[in-house]
């Protein structure tokens, strides 16, 4: 008797929780459409119109394609319901894969994405996120040849960034709110152009506050990669027609190839970096150790004609952080004299350290502050077919 009240009691429950809890103001999934990607665009006139594209796919037994609608209005939900207007069903916020916004835009400010992503339970945080040249409809709309939707393509050249170039795995939407709130931190982007109707991505996106403030191209942002990322992977080279300097020719049993000037001598090199920070301050000035860790494995080595021992690694790895040390400074000086704002990421540390809302997460102290850049190399393995 009292194991059957028992069941009585906990139906009752479930009944009434699902009474109360309901279902009111919903759709039936087969009525709602799936947002693969979105786009953040403006248009000047005589007045500011943003115009935002999203990609919605056609769903069918051996059918891939996608058709992408348009929303226009003075405010972001003015075009929201804009675009509503023209979509044969209900969307489902949040499964977004990819949104990218338009340099023109991004120029123009993203104070009020941020804001609308933030309040919004529903929009998607788990989105990566890109800066694009030119229209972003264009990315939406552009004929491929893949069984794949543009969203599909946009997302996987953002995902898989980070194999290359010592990007980092994370800009997710998400990640760049915590950014943008942070203080002390810059956001910066991955920039994306079409290029023989593909998306490649070329350089980076650095923005000023809520603003992008400068766009640099893809050898420079691997730099800056180095400099402000904890988890990037890409590849780095050694040069006969480049990089003679920064070997100590006496050193080697055969240097003949190394002098040579011959493009063909080279090294090629694949591996991991990480980054550590340390703050002090010196005569009144911050002053910060940037410490890149860098270690993988040897691809191509045409250049050292001798038996790769340890000792020959050894010069090869001293070669390496002469080279990057060199680069990653100059970087530095370009930021600091140039950009004249933290996009190396390190104020933060500063912040963490002295406290918030102080002089030290000024523009003018990261400006005037001494910053030093050591680079750990380590050649893991000098790869198959070798004498060793």
Known sequence: MKKHKKIIIILELLIT???????????????LGVLLGVGYDIEFGDKVIYVDPAEIPIIGEGIIASNTYIGKGHTVFELVENRMTKMPSRFSLGTELVSIISEERARFGIEDLIDSILRDPNAGLKSLIAVNKGRCVDYYTVHNKSEE???????????????????????????IIRIYY??????????????????????LALFSHNKMAHKVPIKEAKLLN?????DGKGYLYLSADEDQEFFDIEEFENYKNIISNNPLKYIDFNGNSSRKVKVSMEEGRLKYD???????????NTLVEQKLDKNTVGLIEKAFTKKMEKQLSEEVSKVQKVYKEDFLDITQYAVAKYGRQSVYSSDEYFENSIINVKVNFKIESVGRNSEN
């Open 17 to 31: 929780t699902c009474l109360i809890s309901g279902c009111y103001d919903t759709y039936p999934i087969e009525e």
């Open 226 to 230: 180095l400099l402000r990322n904890y």
């Open 149 to 175: 939707t543009n969203s599909d393509i946009l997302y996987n050249v953002i995902r898989l960034a980070h194999l290359s170039n010592f990007f980092t795995k994370d800009v997710s939407v998400d990640n």
């Open 290 to 300: 940037i410490i890149v860790d860098i270690s993988g494995v040897m691809l191509i």
């Open 182 to 203: 942070q203080e002390g931190r810059k956001i910066c982007l991955p920039y994306i152009e079409l290029i023989s109707e593909k998306p490649q991505i070329t350089g």
